[in-house]
């Protein structure tokens, strides 16, 4: 039994071939993902050299995923910003997609032609808790009606006007949830995550010009993102054969974009701490849009500043800026100052990303004595740091670039204005995904989780 996976990534397609009943890989590859042309010249570039490989033309099981072109665009309409957004958000993020915008209360002509424009792969529509606001949900709705662009729309905010809310969509392509929010800080993201994980079955393979490989293949069953939570949700649980790795964060490193995963109860390490927000989900994903090593490394320079990349890399700090501008998105470290800028670059956007990710604990003094109030996960307990990427995978430092992350960092936050410690973790053993397996592994989950399991403890180092 052999099994064929698939990752039309944005920048490389890569394959994965894996012996089911040996339970080991058997072989890997990869091409530039030819999205300008299609798709299916980089895939059959990289099925010929994991021929050579492994002597295999045929395979069992054929299964894919994709973030080419984009990946899974979404635009999220919610009403108070630090709830039913937020909680689209977060449902939007754990299906696997990309959230381009989150508008909040009130949507004007100005969002809704913003909206054309970003012409995104699926809108998701929400707004108060069941039996709560109306006119929020019912309001936006109605300007949706007038949008010019083209794209499905999920419904999931509150349940007694979910039907008007579709008979003011009348004519676009609608869809009906649960409240992504029906009490007050309760969350239920499930039923929108899987709606959400349908339609890209059903409407963005084909929209990405995918089609034609879904055909060749058993299907292309999920977004990437979505793939590798599956993954690091059954490296940290385990299966009813297998102990897991138990509580762990993952970070993938992209040259536009940081993906930060936890699986995570993220409760308070300590007493006497009061937390706020919404509930945070066991397995959460964020984005870090503006954090990459190519296309978004400018980002980097705006979160830390020139001073702190030139501490690390050894660098002119008034040269920074101009190597970071004239980095291409192939561009590989071919020079000792190039490699210096990766390290730094890297080191930064990982402790960035993973900083944003984590939680945030800071006292106040009140009538009752000093408290502690917790925004978000508090991570400092996991042990476990998974670290993929093409900066991380390739890199020889990807040990100390991952261990960079976990010095705790002091960060001024808006929503008190006061000095905050992120909760980030404090020691973990690095593993690093050198053989780019996550997405794979969580295509495999499904059916074959033993042996995905199995693959993922064998492989990550």
């Not at 058997?26 to 999205?35: F, H, L, R």
């Not at 997609?97 to 529509?125: C, G, H, M, N, Q």
């Amino acid at each position: 039994m052999t099994a064929l996976l698939v990752d039309f990534g944005s920048t490389f397609t890569k394959l994965t071939a894996a012996d089911l009943k040996a339970g080991k890989l058997i072989g890997s590859a990869a091409a530039y993902t030819t999205v300008e042309t299609d798709v299916g010249e980089g895939l059959a570039t990289a099925l010929t050299e994991l021929k050579a490989q492994t002597g295999i033309g045929a395979f069992d099981t054929r299964l894919a995923c994709s973030s080419a072109a984009g990946g899974l665009r979404m635009v999220v309409c919610g009403f108070v910003p630090t709830l039913t957004a937020e909680a689209a958000k977060i449902a939007s993020l754990g299906a696997g997609a990309k959230v381009a915008r989150v508008y909040s209360y009130r949507l004007t002509d100005e969002d809704v032609d913003e909206i054309a424009a970003i012409s995104p792969d699926i809108l998701l529509l929400t707004g108060g808790t069941d039996y709560g606001d109306r006119r929020n949900i019912l309001h936006n709705a109605e300007m949706l009606a007038g949008c010019a662009a083209d794209f499905p729309i999920i419904i999931a905010g509150n349940r007694v006007c979910a039907e008007e809310c579709e008979r003011l969509l009348s004519g676009r392509e609608v869809y009906r949830c649960d409240n992504v929010m029906p009490e007050p800080r309760k969350l239920n993201i499930e039923p929108t995550q899987e709606r959400v994980r349908e339609l890209f079955l059903r409407r963005i393979v084909q929209a990405k010009g995918l089609t034609r490989e879904a055909e060749l293949l058993d299907g292309i069953v999920l977004p990437t993102p979505a793939a590798v939570l599956s993954a690091m949700e059954l490296l940290a649980k385990g299966t009813d054969t297998q102990p897991g790795l138990g509580e762990l964060i993952a970070v993938d490193l992209g040259g536009a974009t940081t993906d930060v995963y936890s699986m995570a109860s993220g409760a308070p390490s300590s007493g006497g701490t009061v937390v706020l927000g919404l509930p945070e989900p066991w397995a959460k994903r964020t984005v870090e849009g503006d954090i990459g090593m190519r296309y978004s490394a400018a980002g980097v320079i705006e979160a830390v500043g020139a001073e702190r990349l030139a501490e690390l890399s050894g660098l002119d700090e008034a040269a920074i800026p101009a190597l970071v501008e004239g980095l291409g998105a192939a561009d590989l470290p071919d020079t000792p100052e190039r490699a210096a800028l990766d390290f730094a670059l890297a080191s930064a956007a990982v402790r960035t990303a993973i900083s944003r990710h984590a939680g945030t604990v800071s006292e106040a003094w009140t009538p009752h004595g000093n408290v502690r109030f917790q925004y978000g996960k508090d991570l400092t307990g996991v042990r476990t740091l998974i670290a993929t990427g093409g900066a991380l995978v390739h890199s020889p430092d990807a040990a100390k670039i991952a261990a960079h992350a976990l010095q705790i960092p002091i960060i001024r936050m808006l929503h008190n204005l006061a000095d905050s410690q992120s909760l980030c973790p404090k020691v973990a053993q690095v593993r690093i995904d050198r053989r780019y397996i996550l997405s794979a592994m969580g295509l495999l989950a499904a059916e074959h989780p033993d042996v995905a399991l199995g693959i993922m403890k064998n492989e990550l180092k």
